[in-house]
């Protein structure tokens, strides 16, 4: 569990780093948004191709809606939620999401 908890921490640290610089938006993050925008990338993450474009918009639109650190956490819980309920997510491919 341990082990696992890492990559968890550096999705976490890298959609951080993508949603600081977002412009400010009055915007509630909900685990449904975040699931829905980041749904696209599953494919991508489980070893696909590169990621397809609705995977990207998805990130785009989370980096604008992401714009306070209560948002940010909540995104962030989000995924870590969503990524112990999928099964064979490639951890580096999540790092590597364009932002």
Do not use: N
């Amino acid at each position: 569990q341990m082990a696992s908890s890492t990559p968890f921490k550096v999705a976490c640290a890298l959609l951080l780093c993508m949603v600081v610089a977002a412009p400010h938006a009055e915007a509630a993050i909900t685990c449904g948004t975040v699931t829905s925008k980041m749904g696209q990338c599953v494919s991508y993450l489980k070893g696909g191709a590169g990621p397809s474009a609705p995977c990207c918009a998805g990130i785009k639109t989370l980096k604008t809606m992401a714009t306070t650190p209560a948002d940010r956490q909540t995104a962030c819980g989000c995924l870590k939620s969503a990524a112990k309920a999928i099964q064979g997510l490639d951890y580096k491919k999540a790092a590597a999401l364009p932002g």
